[in-house]
């Protein structure tokens, strides 16, 4: 993960008036051309080739066009083409077990999003993951998270088919679903391993989309804030025929979408970093400008007249150069064909190519606590500072002005160079062929082939060279370095860097992933003849098998592999080079036993397993097996009342990434280092503990927190890790009175997962509990207390990490020793009654999340982060969350309302447990009181302990102007609500940004959409 983006920066002086209000200067930086270039030529061509099989068969159809209606949610059962999302058998007749939650096309209509991330975040249970509004530590991609258990732990589905991952750790990057041919989206959580394979441990999610769709369907829309700023353009064409007499069906789909950036500086929220502990808009970083230099005794800053070095006074604000949302622009085919050969066989295809472009934006980069050496006689360095230099380092008057001159850990920001910014262009293809065979009227034979292949290339541009910087320094004239290559400059770290040195330490980095994935399905599904006697549907089965193979790359250019080489952009990236296959084998049954009769209206018992066998690609790497099983039922007393439960035990093997991903250093989320201040001196044992961790004695009670609240944390692959266990459970209920109250269905249903031998690495401060936890007991040379390790030169956890000077900060090493808990309640109601005039549309969504724990080992803390945040936290989970939209409809406009509400949230060290947690009595709380400094938000007051229960609303209103063309106008977030404010460093860098948490409450504001459907 880069540097906090300016996060982790020190305070600023008050914001240059060319900054001020978004950096309208920096725009001219950072401005990227988000239009269509010649490059599309090329991408058409390859994306046509891939999508050929789909395409051709689109091209020979004739024409058949048919006015469509407006689509309703539907269920699987409604469709011609049955996708069912938790079972593999495709009986309309039937009603599996398990609770699926779907957001139907109605919903997708009403909600106008470009990005199938924006539409999943919202589901109640759903916790925002990596997506739009991430921006540093987003990696180009959206992902999804169910119950908080990690995006890794679900997952993401195409008409029930798996797709290509965007990356080597097996996630499905969701810029990449067409939205436009998306019919529903049903969302299963819990175990659903046995049904589909490994990873579905939280549950699924699956993009079902539009069958047999003729005619043609051109979707225009465009968004803009209140502002003026965030523009938002999406265009669509699909068409569809059906051809030689119905027993043919061709789709194709065009897209393009494209978003533009927010930045924090044209938001209030957001404009200036607020300390997280004091309430100042001064940010809290030492990396500024001017120059900062850390001895083991103390902090210095060049004096405002550059003569001399003082104790560190100024910070710099980073705030304007971030965004709050990233940057977007994707191009996007999508084809499926079908065509029955005969009565008893159907073939069909997929084909799916998109490229699409994310950028992230953070603060400039800079020379973040590099030990480096300087001449004496080097022509920019003040002679006040020389001296003062050579009397830390205890060199002589007389020897100073020719000796090579040690600078301890330096500090820099190098805002001439420019803001960071990591461009991530994917381009991605996945093809599918299959064949359905009807043995007899009840028994089917369904086979595909697919293969996938994604390439995800980073170009981080606007990073200091640490490398040039050392060189730059070594001179002795201003013209000439010691070493002259790459027509080196000298460097004036002592002042104003000018454009040719700016130059001269910029680097360009270039990291390409790339993914594969082929895989071969095949299941017989039907009934076996037979009825039970009280019972009126047969015996249902499905047996199969399947065949995946995965393959993932890691290319890093020669700069990325060099550690510290970027400034602020975190550790080396090493090569990664992996793979591995499964073969499986798996089978369902679906008995219904009785059927209309007294007290059993229904009984159905089900039952499911799925044997697994994993070969790893490597050499000397541990082949391993695992079977998964589900047994389920639903029993109906009466017509209107359901009562269904199921218990699945599902697994998730390690991914490619977990197995193969080198060890390196990065950074991980710490506010509070206990060797930080005067402890150490005044506790022995504290001052052993940090000692034998690597801190120098000169540093002792003079060391500082980590940097921006981010701290070195060493980890990586570990491949003899095993597939995880999970056991999970819903017992729901299912209510439709449809005599005395039609249109009416309520279900409420309970679940509960626990995850054994959970692939994970400890958090921070189960890291820092294992040995500062109780500081009497502990012992400075415990495996717990070691393995931290230090700053050499100052004693601190942060600092960039070289060969010469590695600071390892944290070890986070993955293993299978933790547990994952979750269970809670879902509730959905809806409802609709016709007035004649008007008819009334009420839908509920609502989740209570009980419990989410995170334990690392069983000797560890049990950590629940339900309705709580800080750095050992992630993404925000409430205790209640929910959306409830509101639809009149008239005879050709419909009037909706959605409303979203989510529960209050605490700090973490708010908790009665926080001592188990890692808090003091000391550090529990954070500000509170009245925000001071050059922020908008000066003279406000403020709790950054909590977060108010809080609700957005959307209004919506479609009309239907004619028989073909449909016009939908939005206000989102109708009232304006504004951001909760808990400081810049409270949280995880991914999630916490901009003094807010911008993937869960709006940072954005007001803002409108419209968008025009030609329909025909």
């Known amino acids: 993960m880069p540097e906090r983006g300016g996060r982790g920066v020190p305070a600023p002086n008050p914001i240059?008036?060319?900054?001020?209000?978004?950096?309208?200067?920096?725009?001219?930086?950072?401005?990227?051309?988000?239009?269509?270039?010649?490059?599309?030529?090329?991408?058409?061509r390859f994306g046509l080739g891939v999508s050929a099989a789909s395409i051709a068969l689109s091209m020979v159809a004739t024409p058949a066009f048919a006015q469509t209606t407006p689509a309703e949610d539907t269920t699987a059962a409604e469709s011609d083409v049955i996708v069912v999302t938790g079972s593999l058998i495709r009986n309309p007749n039937l009603t599996a077990s398990t609770p699926v939650a779907s957001v139907g096309e109605n919903e997708i209509?009403?909600?106008?999003?470009?990005?199938?991330?924006?539409?999943?975040?919202?589901?109640?249970?759903?916790?925002?993951?990596?997506?739009?509004?991430?921006?540093?530590?987003?990696?180009?991609?959206?992902?999804?998270?169910?119950?908080?258990?990690?995006?890794?732990?679900?997952?993401?589905?195409?008409?029930?088919?798996?797709?290509?991952?965007?990356?080597?750790?097996?996630?499905?990057?969701?810029?990449?679903?067409?939205?436009?041919?998306?019919?529903?989206?049903?969302?299963?959580?819990?175990g659903a391993s046995t049904t589909y394979g490994a990873d579905a441990i939280s549950g699924v999610v699956n993009f079902v989309t539009r069958p047999d769709f003729s005619g043609m369907d051109l979707q225009v829309q465009s968004g803009i804030t209140e502002k003026g700023d965030g523009n938002q353009v999406r265009v669509d064409v699909t068409l569809g025929a059906n051809f030689?007499?119905?027993?043919?069906?061709?789709?194709?789909?065009?897209?393009?979408?494209?978003?533009?950036?927010?930045?924090?500086?044209?938001?209030?929220?957001?404009?200036?970093?607020?300390?997280?502990?004091?309430?100042?808009?001064?940010?809290?970083?030492?990396?500024s400008t001017p120059t900062g230099i850390s001895t083991d005794t103390a902090d210095f800053q060049i004096s405002p007249d550059g003569t001399s070095l003082v104790p560190f006074y100024q910070g710099f604000n980073f705030n304007p150069y971030n965004i709050f949302r990233t940057p977007f622009e994707r191009f996007n085919m999508f084809g499926k064909a079908r065509y029955e050969i005969s009565d008893s066989v159907e073939v069909y295809s997929r084909g799916m190519f998109s490229k699409n472009k994310v950028s992230t934006i953070i603060a400039p980069s800079g020379i973040f606590g590099v030990p480096l050496t300087i001449p004496g006689n080097n022509p920019y360095l003040p002679v006040g500072i020389r001296n003062q230099l050579c009397g830390f380092a205890g060199i002589s008057a007389a020897a100073c002005p020719t000796a090579t001159i040690p600078l301890p850990a330096v500090y820099r920001r190098t805002v001439e160079v420019g803001p960071r910014i990591s461009e991530y262009i994917t381009q991605q293809f996945d093809i599918n062929v299959g064949a359905k065979v009807n043995i007899t009227d009840s028994l089917t034979f369904d086979i595909y082939g697919s293969h996938g292949e994604s390439e995800n290339t980073q170009t981080q541009s606007g990073y200091v060279l640490n490398s040039r910087v050392q060189q730059a320094l070594n001179a002795t004239n201003t013209t000439t370095c010691l070493n002259t290559a790459n027509n080196c400059v000298p460097l004036n770290l002592f002042g104003t860097i000018t454009p040719a040195q700016a130059a001269f330490l910029n680097g360009q980095s270039t990291i390409t992933n790339k993914t594969e994935l082929s895989q071969v399905h095949g299941v017989l599904s039907g009934d076996f003849g037979f009825t039970s006697p009280a019972a009126s549907e047969p015996v249902a089965f499905a047996v199969g098998g399947e065949y995946r193979n995965y393959t993932a790359q890691r290319i890093p250019d020669i700069l990325a592999l060099v550690p510290g080489e970027l400034g602020g952009a975190g550790g080396a990236i090493l090569p990664l080079n992996g793979g591995y296959d499964v073969r499986e084998a798996f089978g369902e049954l679906i008995a219904p036993l009785v059927a209309d009769k007294p007290f059993f209206h229904e009984l159905t018992v089900e039952a499911g397993v799925r044997y697994s066998k994993y070969k790893v690609d490597t050499a000397g790497s541990p082949k391993f097996s695992a079977t998964t099983y589900k047994f389920a039922g639903t029993w109906a007393p009466v017509e209107a009342l359901k009562i269904r439960g199921n218990y699945q035990r599902a697994v998730r093997a390690p991914n490619i990434g977990e197995l193969f991903a080198p060890v390196v250093t990065g950074l991980t989320n710490l506010l509070v280092d206990p060797c930080a201040g005067a402890a150490p001196t005044t506790n022995a044992n504290l001052r052993a503990i940090c000692?034998?961790?690597?801190?120098?004695?000169?540093?002792?009670?003079?060391?500082?927190?980590?940097?921006?609240?981010?701290?070195?944390?060493?980890?990586g692959g570990n491949p003899n890790l095993q597939p995880e266990k999970a056991n999970s459970y819903?017992?729901?209920?299912?209510?439709?009175?449809?005599?005395?109250?039609?249109?009416?269905?309520?279900?409420?249903d309970y679940y509960n997962i626990d995850v054994k031998n959970a692939i994970t690495a400890a958090t921070p401060a189960d890291i820092i509990n294992a040995c500062f936890g109780n500081i009497t007991a502990s012992s400075a040379t415990s495996a717990a207390c070691t393995g931290i390790r230090r700053n050499a030169a100052n004693g601190r956890l942060s600092g960039t990490s070289t060969a010469t000077n590695p600071i390892l900060g944290l070890p986070g090493p993955l293993t299978n020793n933790g547990r994952l808990k979750t269970d809670g309640i879902d509730l959905a109601l809806n409802y609709s009654y016709d007035f004649d005039v008007v008819k009334l549309g009420l839908n509920f969504q609502g989740n209570w999340t009980h419990k989410q724990t995170f334990q690392a080992s069983s000797t560890a803390y049990a950590r629940d982060c339900v309705g709580y945040y800080s750095a050992n936290c992630a993404?925000?989970?409430?205790?209640?969350?929910?959306?409830?939209?509101?639809?009149?409809?008239?005879?050709?406009?419909?009037?909706?309302?959605?409303?979203?509400?989510?529960?209050?949230?605490?700090?973490?060290?708010?908790?009665?447990?926080?001592?188990?947690?890692?808090?003091?009595?000391?550090?529990?709380?954070?500000?509170?009181?009245?925000?001071?400094?050059?922020?908008?938000?000066?003279g406000n007051t403020y709790d950054f302990n909590r977060i108010k229960a809080y609700s957005i609303f959307d209004l919506t209103t479609r009309v239907s102007v004619t028989d073909n063309l449909e016009v939908t106008l939005s206000a989102i977030n109708l009232f304006d609500k504004k951001p909760p404010i808990v400081g810049g460093t409270t949280g995880s860098t991914s999630y916490n940004s901009g003094n807010t948490y911008p993937s869960t409450y709006d940072a954005i504001g007001r803002r409108y959409s419209a968008t025009a459907r030609l329909k025909f």
């Open 730 to 748: 819903t017992i729901g209920v299912v209510l439709q009175p449809r005599e005395f109250l039609p249109n009416f269905t309520l279900t409420v």
């Open 109 to 190: 209509s009403l909600r106008q999003t470009t990005n199938a991330e924006q539409l999943i975040r919202d589901i109640p249970g759903v916790v925002p993951s990596i997506g739009s509004n991430v921006n540093n530590g987003n990696n180009g991609t959206s992902l999804v998270n169910l119950r908080g258990l990690g995006f890794q732990r679900n997952i993401v589905l195409l008409d029930g088919q798996r797709v290509i991952p965007a990356d080597f750790n097996g996630a499905v990057d969701l810029n990449n679903i067409p939205v436009a041919l998306v019919q529903r989206v049903d969302v299963l959580t819990g």
């Open 16 to 44: 240059p008036e060319r900054l001020s209000r978004g950096a309208f200067q920096l725009r001219s930086l950072q401005k990227r051309d988000w239009k269509v270039t010649n490059n599309f030529k090329k991408t058409a």
């Open 691 to 715: 000692l034998a961790q690597g801190a120098p004695v000169g540093s002792i009670g003079a060391i500082q927190n980590p940097s921006a609240g981010q701290a070195n944390v060493t980890g």
């Open 244 to 287: 030689d007499d119905g027993k043919g069906n061709a789709i194709l789909s065009l897209g393009y979408q494209q978003a533009d950036p927010i930045y924090q500086g044209d938001r209030d929220a957001g404009i200036f970093g607020i300390g997280t502990t004091n309430g100042v808009a001064a940010g809290s970083s030492f990396t």
């Open 875 to 938: 993404s925000i989970q409430p205790e209640y969350s929910f959306t409830q939209r509101t639809t009149l409809s008239f005879d050709s406009v419909d009037l909706s309302l959605l409303w979203r509400w989510i529960d209050k949230v605490e700090y973490e060290g708010a908790a009665s447990d926080f001592l188990a947690r890692g808090f003091t009595a000391a550090n529990r709380r954070i500000f509170s009181g009245t925000v001071t400094g050059p922020s908008p938000l000066a």
